[in-house]
């Protein structure tokens, strides 16, 4: 586990809460008390004196902006352009503003930008036209749409549409009231099996600020994710500034007295000099909170867009050792993967590739040695399914190969496939827990125990149905359990 943190220092900024559309499912219709907070409109100039301040003291920062539409802010392009000598920034916005002047003024490596798809104001077509504008000027760009009951029979097609231009569109949950009842809890078993095969099984992420973690139960009831009463660093690593330049701890200590920082415009915040046991441990739904002790679970949330970006790259160069790896060039493969590791020691997913590609090559030793490095220097949560799925696949091959520990091999293969699973949940990867059920049901159907085999396929199935070797496994069980 990663027990060091990253100096520097997050904040969300709800810089307003006008918005130049007026989507159906917009949470400021049945929130009042937050639409309602009069935002303080200042020169660029003053807030540049604001936020070298917080510089001087804190360092460079990472600052979401969002609201509302942030880009509807007076002037707000030449804001960001100045404060980005300074700090990084992510927005949540509609893209509804001059993409061209933004490309002329805003550093594009010191950006990041999640672009909301609201369908009810503009087509398809024209929002991923200026999403590729972005992607073609080297900008980190990333598309999301709200799950609204009414738009789930055309976000399937949204989806095959935003795909064919190599643009993924990633789904949040509505929270909200429709049609007399309250979402996401509401969702029915048909509306939730939809959500799963389009990606969304865990519902999270209202889409401002930090995000709120619900998992779909089987009843259809949405269940908090609670935190225990812990020592906690938000407040003192990360704070949220609210349009009238109040700050607090964090989301859930909004408008709360224990949760207050200050004010950013009146020159009295200041943040936690260590960090603290959150009061309110019992409300806190927030899967990105600071926990100490839990830095597997949210270290690799908190990112800027340099981050990013060497992920990217990172990403680019793994893709290419796939691609030599899945047309035969195996020897080429393992260089290319030992050529990253050259400049990015004990990097976690060069490591399971590379692990990976031992198992293929039948080279167990090698491959079991390289997964277990993975793993001991893996803190990220969205990596560690993978890790346990290729760990899982290195027991039961192993195993496999020799007969004498078939049992042994199996039992630990389960146990690293499981924990896939389990980790998968975390990281709402869809993918990663279809595959895990997929070599769980493969290890029980050589267990001949053929009712876990076909459960465990089943639910690998739920989730991705066209899969042709689910589909193989499938007509092989049917015979062999006859």
């Not at 929130?31 to 303080?40: F, L, S």
């Not at 991923?128 to 900008?139: P, Q, R």
Request: proline share 4%; charged share 30%.
């Amino acid at each position: 586990m990663c027990e060091a943190i990253s100096p520097r220092v997050f904040f969300t900024w709800d810089i307003h809460y006008k918005c130049n559309y007026y989507c159906s499912y917009c949470f400021l219709h049945f929130e009042p008390e937050t639409a309602n907070i009069e935002a303080v409109y200042l020169e660029v100039e003053e807030w540049v004196k604001i936020w070298t301040d917080i510089y001087k003291r804190y360092g460079p920062c990472h600052i979401l902006v969002t609201g509302g539409e942030p880009f509807t802010y007076p002037n707000f392009m030449d804001l960001v352009s100045s404060l980005s000598e300074m700090h990084t920034f992510g927005f949540s916005t509609n893209l509804s503003w001059d993409i061209n002047e933004f490309i002329k003024k805003v550093n594009r490596l010191k950006v990041e930008i999640e672009a909301s798809f609201h369908p009810e104001f503009i087509g398809a077509e024209e929002f991923l036209k200026k999403i590729k504008l972005l992607k073609k000027k080297d900008y980190l760009v990333s598309a999301t749409v709200v799950a609204y009951p009414l738009l789930l029979d055309k976000i399937i097609k949204y989806k095959e549409i935003f795909k064919k231009e190599g643009v993924r569109l990633n789904l949040y949950p509505y929270r909200g009231p429709h049609d007399s009842r309250n979402y996401p809890d509401a969702y029915s078993e048909s509306e939730r099996q939809l959500l799963k095969k389009l990606g969304l099984e865990i519902g999270i992420k209202a889409s401002r600020g930090l995000m709120d973690v619900y998992k779909l139960t089987q009843d259809g009831n949405a269940q908090e994710k609670k935190q225990e009463g812990k020592i906690c660093r938000m407040g003192q690593r990360y704070a949220k500034i609210i349009p009238n330049g109040e700050v607090y701890r964090c989301c859930a200590a909004v408008n709360k007295k224990w949760g207050d920082l200050g004010n950013v415009i009146k020159k009295t915040f200041e943040l936690l000099d260590r960090p603290g046991l959150c009061p309110d441990p019992m409300n806190c739904t927030c899967y990105k909170s600071m926990v100490m002790g839990e830095e597997d679970r949210w270290l690799g949330y908190w990112k800027i867009p340099n981050d990013f970006r060497a992920e990217k790259k990172m990403r680019d160069e793994l893709g290419v050792a796939k691609k030599l790896r899945d047309t035969g060039k195996i020897e080429e493969a393992v260089d290319k993967i030992n050529q990253i590791l050259k400049t990015r020691p004990g990097n976690v997913r060069a490591l399971t590739l590379l692990g990976e590609v031992y198992l293929q090559k039948k080279d167990f030793v090698t491959a079991g040695n390289t997964l277990q490095e993975a793993l001991k220097n893996n803190s990220n949560p969205d990596d560690a399914s993978w890790i346990y799925r290729t760990l899982g696949r290195f027991y039961f091959e192993s195993a496999m190969n020799n007969n004498d520990t078939k049992k042994e091999g199996f039992g630990q293969s389960l146990d690293c496939l499981e924990k896939a699973i389990r980790f998968a949940d975390k990281s709402n990867n869809v993918a990663d827990k279809a595959w895990a059920h997929y070599e769980i049901a493969t290890v029980y159907h050589n267990k001949k125990n053929y009712p876990k085999a076909q459960e465990n396929l089943k639910m690998a199935l739920e989730y991705e149905p066209e899969n042709g070797h689910f589909r193989e496994l499938r007509t092989l069980l049917e015979k062999d359990a006859r």
